[in-house]
């Protein structure tokens, strides 16, 4: 499953890529948000209210409570947004695959965070691997560096 899902996001990058660089096409981050979020929307609300049962009902519910949810579900909106065009904008004026080692060193990061603040236990096969992911985002750097 983590190999299709990596495979699905470089695809994604990738065709990302290719809409905002391509003459023919002339799509800006914007539009192009326009055109991803509705169909984003359309296959994961389904699959969010078949895996999270009741997530409606508990969320009214939540909202009657205490009201600040709303607006902490609306500011979490508003963050996706920019994260959204953010990875738009990276992959028009970089590449796909500098936004896809950038998510692996985003992932590694995290990691690190979560060790250093929550004292989350890793294995010896996760140190292994995030340091993997560092070398070869190190490696990458160096690689651009010298090409330019």
Excluded at 42 to 49: E, S
């Amino acid at each position: 499953m983590c190999v299709a899902a990596t495979a699905a996001r470089a695809l994604k990058s990738v065709l990302q890529g290719i809409l905002l660089s391509s003459e023919g096409e002339k799509l800006n981050s914007m539009n192009l948000l326009l055109y991803m979020a509705p169909i984003a929307v359309v296959f994961l609300l389904p699959a969010t209210l078949i895996m999270e049962k009741n997530v409606v009902g508990i969320t009214i519910a939540l909202a009657r409570d205490d009201f600040r949810i709303v607006w902490y579900l609306l500011f979490n909106s508003a963050l996706a947004y920019f994260v959204n065009l953010t990875n738009f904008l990276v992959t028009k004026h970089t590449s796909a695959l500098t936004l896809q080692v950038l998510g692996n060193a985003k992932g590694a990061v995290a990691v690190v965070v979560s060790i250093l603040i929550f004292k989350n236990p890793v294995s010896v096969t996760g140190m292994l691997g995030y340091s993997l992911t560092v070398i070869g985002v190190i490696l990458y750097s160096e690689a651009k560096k010298r090409s330019k």
